[in-house]
Nanobody, 120 residues
Framework: QVQLVESGGGLVHPGGSLSLSCAAS????????MGWYRQAPGKQRELVAR???????NSADSVKGRFTISRDNAKNTLYLEMNSLESADTAVYYC??????????????WGQGTQVTVSS
């Protein structure tokens, strides 16, 4: 059993900031890359940013300079710091992790999602 639990979503005004967290728990042997994705109403899920186990990051052009992804390997936790938020950032944000469990090979896992709404 493994869980990815996101927290930190909510309502924020344009130009504001929010921080998301995603904690992985369970019989985890190793966590490889982790990432944040988002899905707006009527749109496909898209990559926001990813980070490898060694800290290499990549992010969507639309969030470069505004969002920062990071992780704490000791806590099995992923973070997303979001600044200068725009209405276009409104979406459900999902945590993703490529993990190998104690009793299972490597595969992708998803969190339940957390709503981020940017509105005045």
């Amino acid at each position: 059993q493994v869980q990815l639990v996101e927290s930190g979503g909510g309502l924020v005004h344009p130009g504001g900031s929010l921080s998301l967290s995603c904690a992985a728990s369970g019989s985890i042997f190793s966590i490889y890359s982790m990432g944040w994705y988002r899905q707006a109403p009527g749109k496909q899920r898209e990559l926001v940013a990813r980070i490898t186990s060694s800290g290499t990051t990549n992010s969507a052009d639309s969030v470069k300079g505004r969002f920062t992804i990071s992780r704490d390997n000791a806590k099995n936790t992923l973070y997303l710091e979001m600044n200068s938020l725009e209405s276009a950032d409104t979406a459900v944000y999902y945590c993703n992790a490529a993990m190998k469990l104690v009793t299972m090979g490597r595969r992708d896992y998803w969190g339940q999602g957390t709503q981020v709404t940017v509105s005045s």
